[in-house]
T-cell receptor
Framework: GQNIDQPTEMTATEGAIVQINCTYQ??????LFWYQQHAGEAPTFLSY??LDGLEEKGRFSSFLSRSKGYSYLLLKELQMKDSASYLC??????????WGAGTKLIIKP | IAGITQAPTSQILAAGRRMTLRCTQD?????MYWYRQDLGLGLRLIHY???????GKGEVPDGYSVSRANTDDFPLTLASAVPSQTSVYFC???????????FGDGTRLSIL
């Protein structure tokens, strides 16, 4: 079957760095996405990786290793507004997204 | 502002009733999707449409139907609602199946 694993919840301190991991087993791979979802709101697109390596976008970076079925989202200089759930999704061989359950990130002052 | 509009925002519905959730996008995106989101689970695909006039079944299609008569609209119908369909429903669209998906604000549906 297809499976996306990510931690249920993480806590970090304002101004610090946090890494959210995602491992996957899917039927085929056509890219990995990270989305941010604030409570009660819609998911919003953060990043996309299709090749191995690091993609950087301001305070957010995403890494992919296809051979290990592994990705992480790195958030730097954490702000209170970064408190949200972070969703990992893999596009499979049918070009459909398979979603993880999300990691709830709690930022403390 | 361009984007995806879902209606209603929330709804309480008696079991056995028929309900249509509306989704409209003005970005001229080819692909559209319906997901449900339940606590502790990832988003699960109900139905999708890669282009106007075509639809396909996702992971959890039973009890739901869709149509895609034109590019902009992608309604989701519950023919006879059951309590297990209580969920938050998100409509999404993408320029093509290769592009990131953009989400509407969701419909919170409670079936009693």
């Amino acid at each position: 079957g297809q499976n996306i694993d990510q931690p249920t919840e993480m806590t970090a301190t304002e101004g610090a760095i946090v890494q959210i991991n995602c491992t996957y087993q899917t039927s085929g791979f056509n890219g990995l996405f990270w989305y941010q979802q604030h409570a009660g709101e819609a998911p919003t697109f953060l990043s996309y990786n299709v090749l191995d390596g690091l993609e950087e976008k301001g305070r957010f970076s995403s890494f992919l290793s296809r051979s290990k079925g592994y990705s992480y989202l790195l958030l730097k200089e954490l702000q209170m507004k970064d408190s949200a759930s972070y969703l990992c999704a893999v596009r499979d061989s049918n070009y459909q997204l398979i979603w993880g359950a999300g990691t709830k990130l709690i930022i403390k002052p | 502002i361009a984007g995806i509009t879902q209606a209603p925002t929330s709804q309480i519905l008696a079991a056995g009733r028929r309900m249509t959730l509306r989704c409209t996008q003005d970005m001229r995106h080819n692909a559209m999707y319906w997901y449900r989101q339940d606590l502790g689970l990832g988003l699960r695909l109900i139905h999708y449409s890669n282009t106007a006039g075509t639809t396909g079944k996702g992971e959890v299609p039973d009890g739901y139907s869709v149509s895609r008569a034109n590019t902009d609209d992608f309604p989701l119908t519950l023919a006879s609602a059951v309590p297990s369909q209580t969920s938050v429903y998100f409509c999404a669209s993408s320029e093509s199946v290769n592009q990131p998906q953009h989400f509407g604000d969701g419909t919170r549906l409670s079936i009693l």
